[in-house]
């Protein structure tokens, strides 16, 4: 009788301990469905801001790339450059307006893309700088020393950079103004001569920008770099 009264103990102890160690891990595994559950939505409430602050530095980026292709000093400088053209070019004045209208088109249409290729970013390049060569003849050099291979850019980001040498440096017979765009540790430089003009000193809306976008994307960040002979800055080349 001992012997089954112990057995119905132990009979009853591990019974027992096994409903509560069935309570046990239902309780964990809730409390571990529900702590998932917080997390996901809480990352996912953190990316949907972080997409709608990325959303509002992109069209930050194209108004101010937009204002400045709409700037009436850059209108009045291109319609000069055109009215000239008309009389003693025309078929000049026919690429100029082609240019002008690309360089437009491109503003407009990178509006929705977070990236674009090297390639096309460059395309642009080259169109926005055949206008300004028209005004500043060999006063203005650009030299383009990258492949674009598969690399990406943020939309814009090149011109940007390009446009900060040429509005705020001299451009002359005397100081003509040099612009290099190459490749180094995986970056994209734009470096130019410094020969900065009186009162051209910028908000550095543009370039803050630029660092707060690259910041979503990479760890890598923008670098601003400059002496008394050279201003130089890097952003980061990305790839698929």
Do not use: C
Not at 45 to 55: D, F, G, T
Not at 81 to 96: Q, R, V, W
Not at 185 to 202: I, P
Request: charge should be neutral; hydrophobic fraction near 40%; proline fraction near 2%.
């Amino acid at each position: 009788n001992v012997l089954s009264g112990q057995q119905l103990t132990s009979g009853i102890f591990f019974e027992q301990s096994y409903f509560m160690a069935k309570i046990a891990f239902l309780f964990v595994f809730v409390g571990s469905m529900v702590s998932n559950t917080v997390l996901f939505f809480k990352n996912w409430k953190e990316s949907a801001v972080q997409h709608e602050i990325l959303k509002r530095e992109q069209l930050a980026l194209q108004y101010e790339t937009l204002k400045s292709q709409v700037n009436p000093h850059f209108l009045f400088n291109n319609l000069n450059s055109l009215t000239s053209l008309i009389n003693s070019n025309p078929a000049k004045a026919t690429d100029f307006v082609k240019k002008l209208s690309e360089v437009y088109r491109y503003v407009l249409d990178q509006k929705n893309h977070e990236f674009v290729s090297l390639a096309d970013e460059l395309k642009f390049v080259d169109s926005y700088v055949y206008l300004h060569k028209i005004r500043f003849g060999e006063n203005l050099q650009v030299q383009i020393e990258i492949k674009p291979q598969q690399y990406k850019v943020i939309p814009l980001s090149v011109q940007l950079l390009v446009e900060n040498a040429v509005k705020h440096n001299e451009i002359s017979d005397q100081k003509p103004l040099s612009i290099r765009i190459y490749e180094k540790d995986e970056y994209l430089v734009v470096e130019n001569k410094l020969q900065k003009k009186s009162g051209s000193e910028g908000s550095g809306t543009g370039l803050q920008n630029i660092s707060a976008r690259y910041g979503f994307f990479s760890d890598r960040k923008v670098i601003i770099a400059f002496n008394n002979e050279t201003y130089r800055v890097s952003i980061p080349l990305l790839t698929d």
